[in-house]
């Protein structure tokens, strides 16, 4: 096993254990829950931006060509909206969701979700250790409010919570079939990792975009809304000091 794999299956691992993170709400109350989950959107959305436009772009552009890149980056804010339009690929960030009423299909959705995952994990791995890393670090800033709300999608429809927790941990296993084809395939396809990036880069940015700044502008509370400001900053600056120093 060489080295590479081994980061890409470690990382995975680590992603698909955040899936677990819907334990946390079997001993948290249902107001904090939401408290906690309300400001973890905010600083997932200024993140995934951040990564975006600092990070992922830039690491394509140097190994791909400016043109081709942003051709790409279109192309993946494009298939993240079908994805969402016509799998029912749904983000739910309040722990209880009434449009989720197919708890099946929104665990269909998810592991495909975390088979991407996976694929992102091993195309940054192929370029550097150290983009591998930061984008796993990416990934799991937005799978926590994610599983936190697929958790509550399926307790929803049904599941006990102890069941609904099992079967999102089954999902979040899906990442490590993207892992190892992705690790395969940036080795057979010449230029496989530069458009990975340049596609995640326009996942991240629609996610952000479409699906958790419209969650930011449901609160109209003005103190609860300059907080999320704050935290949504805070996760575009953190992205540049990692640019910067990491």
């Known amino acids: 096993m060489t080295m590479q794999l081994l980061w890409i299956l470690l990382s995975t691992l680590l992603?698909?254990?955040?899936?677990?993170?819907?334990?946390?709400?079997?001993?948290?109350?249902?107001?904090?829950?939401?408290?906690?989950?309300?400001?973890?959107?905010?600083?997932?959305?200024?993140?995934?931006?951040?990564?975006?436009f600092?990070?992922?772009?830039?690491e394509a552009i140097e190994t791909g060509g400016q043109?081709?890149?942003?051709?790409?980056?279109?192309?993946?804010?494009?298939?993240?909206?079908?994805?969402?339009?016509?799998l029912y690929w749904r983000h739910c960030h309040?722990?209880?969701c009434h449009q989720h009423t197919f708890t099946y299909l929104?665990?269909?959705?998810?592991?495909?979700?975390?088979?991407?995952?996976?694929?992102?994990?091993?195309?940054s791995f192929a370029v550097s250790v150290r983009l591998g890393l930061f984008t796993t670090l990416l990934v799991i800033i937005h799978e926590i409010p994610q599983e936190l709300g697929d958790f509550?999608?399926?307790?929803?429809?049904?599941?006990s919570r102890q069941k609904a927790l099992f079967y999102n941990f089954l999902s979040g296993l899906c990442a490590f079939g993207g892992a190892i084809l992705g690790?395969?395939?940036?080795?057979?396809?010449?230029?496989?990792?530069?458009?990975?990036?340049?596609?995640?880069?326009?996942?991240?940015?629609?996610?952000?975009?479409?699906?958790?700044?419209?969650?930011?502008?449901?609160?109209?509370d003005t103190r609860k809304s300059a907080l999320s400001l704050g935290f949504f900053i805070f996760g575009i600056v953190l992205m540049y000091i990692l640019k910067k120093f990491a």
């Open 15 to 52: 992603v698909s254990v955040v899936s677990l993170v819907g334990a946390l709400t079997l001993s948290l109350k249902e107001r904090l829950l939401k408290a906690v989950l309300f400001l973890l959107v905010a600083f997932s959305a200024g993140a995934l931006i951040g990564g975006a």
């Open 54 to 58: 600092l990070h992922l772009i830039p």
């Open 67 to 86: 043109q081709s890149v942003f051709i790409f980056v279109i192309g993946g804010f494009v298939l993240f909206f079908l994805l969402e339009k016509y």
């Open 94 to 96: 309040d722990g209880v």
């Open 106 to 123: 929104n665990l269909f959705g998810d592991g495909l979700h975390n088979f991407i995952d996976g694929l992102v994990i091993a195309g």
């Open 152 to 159: 509550g999608v399926l307790v929803y429809g049904g599941f």
């Open 183 to 220: 690790y395969f395939l940036s080795h057979k396809i010449e230029g496989f990792s530069y458009i990975l990036l340049a596609l995640t880069a326009g996942g991240f940015i629609y996610i952000s975009s479409a699906d958790l700044v419209p969650e930011i502008h449901k609160e109209t």
